[in-house]
């Protein structure tokens, strides 16, 4: 047997907990915009349109963040489906929370997922479908408010993503260069 009832019962949380982490660990590295770091939770092979590979990848998060501000994306539900002990694919729920040019917007969000196990690096994204229950623009514009001065005040804008070097890299348009 090599399908998914043959995985070690260790072994399959043990997947499952380091496929969970991906998820988690792509909402950080976006809303800090580490693009490099973003680019790394994906397979050496990933396809992106018409290119293939990481740099490739970083590039396209480059130009598909750049006219935006910051974002917090917050990971709900996970859904993971192991194939065999290399291969999984899962959905996940997304809150997104998104400082558009035209508004803010919250998003309803579920990627539909494709996972492969790498000799040296574990788990790793194959691939992510972006798909939307429904976004709406809200009244409120969170990152037009004063400062929150925290924690004397628990209402204003905060230091976070500002303070982060890798937002500030993203920002001056440093972002990194992941090698060919």
Known sequence: ???????????????????RQLAVRYAWLLDSR???ALAELFVADVRVGDGVGRAALAASFTEQLRSIGPTTLFVGNHVIELDDVDHAHGIVYCRGYIDEPEGFVEQMIVYSDRYRREPDEGWRFVGRRHELFYGIE????????GSAHWPTSATGVGTLPFRL????????????????
């Open 1 to 19: 047997m090599s399908g998914p009832e043959s995985i070690d019962p260790v072994a399959r949380v043990v997947a499952h907990e380091d496929i």
């Open 165 to 180: 070097e890798s937002w500030q890299r993203f920002r001056r348009g440093d972002a990194g260069h992941l090698g060919s």
């Open 34 to 36: 580490d693009l490099v």
């Open 138 to 145: 809200t009244a409120e514009r969170p990152y037009e408010q």
